[in-house]
């Protein structure tokens, strides 16, 4: 075999330490960086001028639900957006839901509460374990790496289906068979999705339990908490530092905005420190706008869905309860702890919010519009409307929340940034059903263009650190995230002056500029606005001991 050896002349690095950028040449060899300094090549064609341009290591998204979307054949072309943003690795598997280890009565759940997160045409689910699915991702070739957190939901719907009670022993005894399989075959963590059903059926002994497996693996926790949106986002930090601190392993909060400008974001703020003072290490990333995108089945009462999808639809069917779920929808405030308040723990039923995914050619029209604008071609109440788009849907269809397109809201989350340990995600659902969210085509340009270039909070360097070695430090990803000798060649570069997200709300399908090579693995999979769909050069990262 041939070694392949290219050499980058004249860039400037940005190593993804947080230090000052340098003048340097990069000799790749293989998928590796061999030397960096100065280079002579031996033979001129191996050269590319990189021209003064900013080189930094390829960006990790440290929180999506890409691990559906990658298991279909026709992942490479719907991921273009993530290579023109520079994105070279993926953390997937989060908040609660991975598609693997899976049994077969999961699928139908799966299939339904989280169906946003699939492909279009759905997916066959050819293997059960971790390591059958990691053999999937290979046999098909991947585009980009990719890292798997094994999600508790799963593992919960697999133990004891979509049940609204407390986990029984053996119950508990088989999660956590399936949790150290699943890390023994390289997955990189346990995502909770306490948020949704039926990780929020849980009590915190189970999840106490399921986290004192990681301790050995030296891998994180990485929750997506209960109360998000509510009045309990306080206890529901404390809470999953507790879990942490207990088993002595490190925490990863998923999108920690919550509690609003409030108190009880700083209550929540308050106890991270605390904990970071007694030794707990703590991590988290944000996404870089206002607003979420998810299930449209979580804005219903949890209890409603005790005992599978097929009762919350008879639910909805039977009118006394379907009145009782209503009037919780508008009026339920969830306590603490849950468990003895309905299981709710976040309440984010309004009619501002935008329902998009529709299957049924009939209600294409009301894709990416808010409820209450349906609601009145409908000329019905907002929620009879929601209830009937469900029914028809089969709840297939997803809703986006928040502020959009406000610039107060927006200069909240730009300042979430400043925290030194937070680090970047884009967690879109809906990439296939054609999300107009725009963090799908522009999050890491934004942070690099307005975060950066325009409103100053954040030097180049120390954002380009968010984006790369921390992310590879929290999720314990070896050899990536940084510009060294030795590390993989996994490389984003790109102009600082122009580098932007042109996408918004109202013109979501625009692609960002300024990015103009990735590298991954040593192959440079984009270049000249030309991205290589056919490159397949990503891989399965298996965490190894
Ligand atoms: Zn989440």
Not at 311 to 317: Q, S, V
Not at 498 to 509: A, D, G, L, R, Y
Request: hydrophobic share 35%.
């Amino acid at each position: 075999m041939n070694d392949k050896r290219i050499v980058l002349k004249n860039g400037i690095i940005i190593d993804g330490s947080g230090k000052e950028r340098y003048k340097a040449d990069i000799l790749i060899e293989n998928e590796k960086m061999k030397k960096i300094g100065d280079i002579d090549a031996e033979n001129k064609n191996d050269i590319i001028d990189i021209n003064g341009l900013i080189i930094a290591p390829g960006f990790i998204d440290v929180h999506t639900h890409l691990d559906f979307i990658i298991a279909s054949p026709r992942h490479s072309k719907l991921l273009e957006s993530w290579v023109k943003q520079g994105v070279t690795t993926i953390i997937a598997g989060n908040c609660g839901f991975s598609p693997a280890p899976i049994r077969r009565k999961t699928i139908e759940t799966l299939n339904t509460y989280w169906n946003s997160s699939l492909p279009k045409g759905g997916l066959e689910y050819s293997w059960n374990t971790m390591d059958e699915y990691f053999n999937h991702l290979e046999k098909i070739g991947q585009s980009l790496n990719a890292v798997i957190l094994t999600g508790h939901n799963t593992l919960r719907l697999n133990a004891m289906g979509l049940e609204a009670r407390f986990a029984e022993k053996a119950e508990l005894e088989d999660m956590l068979k399936m949790l150290k399989e699943s890390l023994d075959a390289g997955s990189f963590g346990l995502s909770l999705g306490l948020g949704y059903v039926p990780g929020l059926f849980s009590h915190t002994d189970e999840l106490i339990e399921l986290g004192s497996v990681l301790k050995k693996y030296n891998v994180p926790l990485v929750p997506h908490t209960r109360g998000l949106l509510s009045k309990n986002y306080d206890k529901a930090i404390m809470e999953v530092i507790e879990i942490s601190e207990k088993n002595g392993i490190s925490l990863q909060i998923s999108h920690h905005a919550g509690g609003g400008i409030g108190r009880t974001r700083k209550k929540a703020i308050k106890a991270i420190e605390e904990a970071k003072e007694r030794g707990v290490e703590i991590g988290h990333d944000n996404i870089a706008w206002p607003n979420t995108s998810t299930t449209v089945l979580s804005l219903f009462p949890p209890w409603a869905f005790d005992g599978g999808i097929k009762a919350f639809f008879e639910r909805l069917r039977n009118e006394i309860i379907l009145n009782q779920i209503k009037e919780e929808m508008r009026s339920f405030r969830p306590k603490w702890p849950n468990w003895e308040n309905k299981w709710w723990v976040d309440r984010d039923y309004n009619e501002n919010i935008i329902l998009t995914g529709f299957k049924l050619q009939k209600y294409q029209r009301y894709n990416n519009m808010q409820l209450k604008e349906i609601a009145k071609d409908f000329k019905k109440e907002s929620l009879d409307v929601l209830i009937k788009l469900v029914l028809d849907e089969e709840g297939k269809f997803f809703i986006i929340t928040g502020q959009f397109d406000n610039p107060l809201a927006e200069d909240f989350i730009a300042n979430l940034y400043r925290n030194p340990n937070c680090s970047v995600g884009t967690d879109i659902v809906g990439l296939d059903q054609k999300t107009p969210h725009p963090v799908a085509y522009g999050t890491f340009p934004k942070i690099l263009g307005t975060i950066v270039r325009e409103k100053k909070i954040l030097s180049l360097e120390e954002a380009i650190r968010k984006m790369t070695s921390l992310p590879a430090s929290q999720m314990r990803i070896e050899k990536r995230g940084s510009i060294k000798e030795g590390y993989f060649t996994d490389l984003t570069i790109f102009n600082p002056e122009t580098i932007k997200c042109t996408s918004s709300f109202k013109n979501p399908f625009q692609e960002p500029i300024g990015v103009k090579y990735v590298f991954i693995n040593g192959n440079m999979i984009f270049k000249n606005n030309q991205y290589d769909e056919k490159a397949f050069a990503g891989k399965v990262l298996r965490r190894t001991k």
